[in-house]
Each structure stands twice: as C-alpha cells, then as structure tokens.
C-alpha cells in the first residue's frame, strides 16, 4: 500500500490546505478512504490525494549544503536517520 | 402494492449486524473505517424504518421492541443478510448484491413521495448512502475478481456461494441483474448458472444462523426486561 | 446532544477550551516571526522549541528527538487500535439500537485517530507496515489498559468515564507538543475526543440510576476500571527514567504524578454526580495541597501487564495478528490490480 497525502477543501471560497495521509494502492481507492476518514462523507468537499512520493519539497531554512538537492522527497531525512530497533528493511 | 416496511428495515439491521463483526477485523485499517461506516449507514436506516412500522402497528412497538423481542419466526429479513461473513470476499459478494437491491429501491420508495411521504423521507437519505455501499462493494469485487489467482478464487467462490440467495432479491428489479452483471464482467468473474433459490425470509423463515445472531444481539437487553439503557 | 440533561461537569469543557486555546497558541506562533536561522543546526533546534514554535517533517532534529517521537507516537496509535478490541467486544450486544449505533461511531473514530497517528509519524520517515510490524513482534507497546477485559456492558461506560478521562488528560498537553504533525494530529482527535468521555458518562449515569441490578452493573465495572485507569499515567515520576529529555524536546508537557492527580481531582465530582463510589477508602480532599490524596495503583501489577502477564495482552495480540494474516490476501489483490491498471 503506497502512502498518499491528502488536501481537503470544505467549502467553496477556500483554497484545499493538507491534512494528513492515507494509505491505498491505487488512486479511487485513496480518494474512498480520504473521504472516509478525513470528511466523514460530507457533502460538498473537494478532495486532493497525491501520491507522497510525487511530491517534491523544498529544503527548510537550513543551509542546503547538508542536505541533496533541492527537488527531494517530503518525507526523506538526512542520510543519518536509523531505522527504529528490531525492524526489517521492507 | 404496498411496501413491507418492516422487512426492509430487518434487511437493513441484520446487515449492519453482520458487518459491524468486522470491527477490529478488518483487512487494513482503512478498510475497517469504511465497513463501520457502512454498518453505521444501514443501522441508521434499519432504525428509522423500524420505527416506522412499529409506529403503524396497534399497538405501536418501538424499535428497540422489534429489534430485541422478536424470535427470529417474527423477522422478515431475506435469508441473505443473515449468513455469515465468511472471508472479505464473501463480504463483499453480500454488499454487492445486496446494495444492487436496496439502492434502486430506495429510488422508487423515494419518488413515490405522494404516496407515503414519511418512508419517501427516510428513502431520499438512504439512497446516497446505498449508491456509496454499492460503489464500495463493486471497487473491491473489481479488485478482487482481477487481482491474484487467490483472490479470483475466493471472489468466485463467494459470488457462487452467494448467487442462490440473491433470488429472493430480486424479483422485481430487471437493473439488479445488469448493475450486478456489468460489475462481474470487470471483474472478470463468472455469473453462476440459476440452480437452487432458498427463499422464505420474508415469511419468517430463516436459515438456521438467524437465532444465533439474534441469540447474541438480544441476550442482554433480554435480560433485563424493560429498563432504560 | 442525546436527549437527556446532565449537571455540568467541569472536565470535558474545560478540556475542550485547552485543546482549543492550544490551537490558537500554534497559529499564533505560526504568525510570529520565529528565531533566526543559523549554520548551527542544533541551537536552530533548541531555539524553536524554545519558542513554543513547532519542529516540521524535514527539519533538522537530535536523532533521539525523531526515534523518542516515532516511539510514543506510533505506540500512541497501537493503543487506539487496540483499544477498538474490548470497546468492539459489546457492539453485537448493545442493548439498545441507539446504544449500538453510538459505540460503533465511538469504535470508528478510535481507528481513525490510529490512522491520524500513524499517518503522524510517518512524517518522520518511518512506514506505517514497519510499524505494525514492531508492535506484532512485541517491540512496540500499547497503553496497558487495554488488557483488561470489558465483562459487561458497564464496562463499556467505564472506560468512557475513566479511560477515555484518563487519555483526554494525557492528550490535551499533547496539543502543545514541539512537533507540529502531532500536535495537529492531537488538536484534530481532542476535538473528536470530546464526545466520547460524555457517551460512557452517560451510560454509567443511567445505570446507576437504573435498576438495582444495573446499578450493581456500574458500580462493579468502577470498582475494576479505577486502579488500572490511574496506572494509564505511567510509573510515579521517581521511578519514570526518560522523562526529562522528553520534558526539555517539549514531547512530554507534564510529569506522570501530575497528569494522575489532574485525572483524580476531575473524577471526584463526576462520581459524586453519578452516585458512584470510587473504590479508595484514603481518597479525601486535602486543603493544605488543594488537591485529593488518594491511593496510587499498584505499580507492580502496571509492570506485569506492560511485559505481557495481564488479562488479556496474548488475545489482544493473537487478534490483531490473526486480523492481519487474514488480511494478506486482500492486501496482496489489491497491490496487484493497481500494478495491472498502471502497466
């Protein structure tokens, strides 16, 4: 199950802003689950889900020098991150 | 022909009885929110259209009392609903099958508003509701049906268990064969050859498994006979 | 909300006013001009922390600060989903329909506030499958109060009181905690939180105002559910080794012995409204402290459960386990449909 990143709009007048993710294998399912989870199906909501690893994400206000290149994952740490104890590589 | 109010509200709760068993148990946690949520749906309907019935009854019995203190003579819920949930597959073989019945039929229930406004009310809202469960239940027979050979084969052999139980649906909806056909294609899955249709739900006679759910559904209201909750 | 009137209480509302001024202090914050970026990534750290500013996915962070994180969040989602194990235990037999329909949304939110967490932590950069996975092998925790077993539909009612209580107290700090998905995370399931203190309240309140039988029924389900509720907070802070660091990453807002105290003093009244007993013959109001005296839990009996020996901790686990071998299958169909449909 790929992680997808979810942006809901409530209401007309606002932009979709992110909140939170979810898992699912493919696209229509995502967006079943979004709305499951994070409208409890109300009506009239826009939802947004995008894959997280398409997402490209900026460097914070760090020196970039520690860090790749800017066009990076929204999630991946610098390379010192361990993985938690016990845990297989999946 | 006048609707048997109380049989679709008993179709509803055994339903939502059955699939609330999944809660905690269900394949991923996503999938566990949206079978509560479809269990909630069919609750929600199963109480309001056990109201109603009861509230047209001399005397009137509420829907507490219909639920929790008849036999399972008295329920007149197709046989369907009350088998078990087997494997997510025969789950979902259920739901679709049965979501193809409820959702065309609350469409007439809620169109034919000038003739019984009240069960036109409580349809409008299950409709959505219905269309959703259907929705759900034909993305997963799809996935199901085309995902692995093990998967084929339990959602084939669920439609196959399942298939015989659907005649009591069904008699007057032509749009439950082609809704259920059309899914069955895609997922490339085969319609069972019309053989052996159990029926007798609606004149109270049940499978076996009814006064098992029933026995655990009502033992402790049972046990305390009229108090407050 | 549910038809029937009850005498104020001071603990949900007030909760609820924290949660919501822990929000507007975040936004707050989000609006002020935060410390000055530095080559120093360490002192950046501490700065912001200092700032009750929020540490976002991506920053530079102590790696401690990112594994003490992924633990307690990621065991904070355990609970919940275990937690749907002894609530979902009376669903089937709720004895009434609108009961059932309550606990069912109760149960659902649960998992959805054990999806909120865990989609929390994967912020950090950790899979939510890995996760399961430290929890099946036992490496990973969850709130030992859930392996009590719920004996009756009381039950059900004492852990709205005293449980979800217990965890509203615990959580609301949490509003304000350095790392800003889970604060956010914790703001969102606060909000939701909020009803399901007042459902158990609202069972036990009618049962104690029942029958005698069902005012036995209540009184029983308090007498096993206060001591282990008290145990929730964790070992007295004596003998509680990680806090401090906790405390100074602002992961942790409140020490284990004042969050339990915090959780006594609300409970006294609402028992009183109830008219039930809190099984502690010590339990009195001391005006010198300004607090109640009460009897701690046994620490021991906490420390069993927590290594596996209470009531229930191998069928909690053989259920999830066994939910989520059965589930393989449809995992698997459902990766290999969407691999089809993208080839």
């Known amino acids: 199950m790929a992680l997808w990143e979810v942006f809901i709009r409530p209401r007309r007048g606002l932009a979709h802003s992110h909140v939170g993710s979810v898992h699912a294998a493919d696209a229509q399912t995502a967006l079943r689950n979004a709305r499951d989870v994070y409208t409890r199906r109300q009506e009239g909501v826009s939802i947004w889900v995008v894959p997280a690893a398409e997402i490209t994400a900026s460097s914070p206000e760090e020196k970039d020098s520690f860090f790749d290149p800017a066009a990076d994952k929204v999630y991946r740490h610098p390379t010192f991150y361990q993985v938690p104890e016990g845990a297989p590589h999946i | 022909m006048s609707t048997d109010v109380l049989a679709l509200g008993d179709d509803a709760l055994i339903a939502a009885q059955r699939l609330a068993e999944w809660c905690s148990r269900g394949p991923d946690l996503e999938e566990d929110i949206a079978l509560t949520n479809i269990a909630l749906d069919q609750l929600g309907a199963a109480r309001l259209l056990l109201g109603l019935a009861g509230s047209r009854e001399q005397p009137a019995r509420t829907e507490d009392e219909l639920a929790f203190l008849r036999t399972d003579r008295e329920f007149r819920n197709c046989l369907m609903v009350e088998l078990p949930n087997g494997d997510f597959a025969v789950t979902m073989a259920k739901l679709l099958f049965l979501a193809a019945y409820q959702k065309p039929l609350y469409e007439e229930l809620a169109a034919a508003s000038s003739d019984d406004p009240e069960l036109a009310a409580i349809a409008a809202k299950a409709v959505k509701e219905s269309a ?8 997963w027979t799809v996935r199901l049906g085309d995902g692995t050979e093990e998967s084929h084969r339990r959602m084939q052999n669920a439609v196959d268990e399942i298939w015989p139980y659907t005649h009591e649906l069904f008699e007057s909806h032509p749009d439950w064969l082609s809704t259920v056909d059309e899914v069955l294609r895609e997922s490339t899955l085969e319609r069972p050859a019309d053989g052996w249709r159990p029926t007798g739900g609606r004149d109270g006679v049940h499978t076996e498994h009814l006064s098992r759910l029933l026995a655990e559904m009502q033992v402790l209201h049972r046990a305390h006979p009229g108090v407050t909750w | 909300m549910y038809g029937t009137d009850f005498p104020p209480d001071d603990g949900p509302s007030t909760l609820l006013s924290e949660v919501n001024a822990a929000e507007r202090a975040l936004h707050a914050a989000a609006g002020a001009r935060g410390p000055a970026a530095t080559g120093d990534l360490a002192a950046y750290f501490d700065s912001v922390v200092a700032a009750e500013q929020k540490i976002e996915p991506r920053d530079w962070m102590p790696e401690g600060y990112r594994k003490t994180l992924i633990r307690q969040i990621a065991q904070h989602a355990h609970s919940e989903i275990i937690g749907m194990q002894p609530e979902g235990n009376w669903i089937s037999r709720a004895p009434s329909l609108k009961r059932k329909a309550i606990l069912l949304a109760k149960v659902q939110d649960e998992a959805g506030h054990g999806l909120y967490l865990y989609a929390a932590a ?41 449980v979800d209580g217990a965890a509203i107290v615990n959580q609301v700090p949490l509003c304000r905690c350095s790392y800003g998905p889970y604060a956010r995370a914790m703001i969102r399931i606060c909000k939701e939180e909020s009803f399901h203190q007042r459902q158990g309240y609202e069972i036990l309140y009618t049962l104690a105002h029942g029958t005698d039988a ?10 096993r559910w206060w001591y282990p509720s008290l145990a929730m907070f964790g070992p007295p802070d004596t003998d509680s080794t990680h806090s401090e660091q906790s405390m100074a ?14 959780f006594v003093d609300m409970c006294v009244p609402q028992a009183e409204v109830l008219g039930l007993a809190i099984p502690d013959p010590a339990l009195r109001w001391n005006a010198d402290r300004g607090h109640h005296d009460y009897t701690q839990p046994d620490y021991d009996e906490l420390m069993r459960v927590i290594k596996g020996n209470g009531p229930c901790n191998r069928q909690r686990m053989a259920h999830r386990r066994a939910a989520h071998d059965d589930g393989a299958w449809v995992r698997e169909a459902a990766a290999a449909y969407a691999k089809k449909k993208a080839a």
Do not use: C
Request: hydrophobic share 40%; no cysteine; proline share 1%.
């Open chain 2, 132 to 139: 959703y469960h259907l929705d759900h239940a034909a993305l």
């Open chain 3, 249 to 262: 990453w602002k992961i942790k807002r409140f020490s284990n012995d004042d969050l339990r105290q915090r």
């Open chain 3, 122 to 162: 994967e912020t950090l950069g950790v899979d939510r499958a890995e996760l399961v996975q430290l929890l099946l092998e036992g490496r990973q925790k969850y709130s030992s109060i859930f392996n009590y077993p719920t004996l009756t539909w009381a039950d059900i009612g004492a852990i709205g009181w005293l």
């Open chain 3, 214 to 223: 069902q005012r036995a029924m209540a009184q029983d389900a308090v007498d």
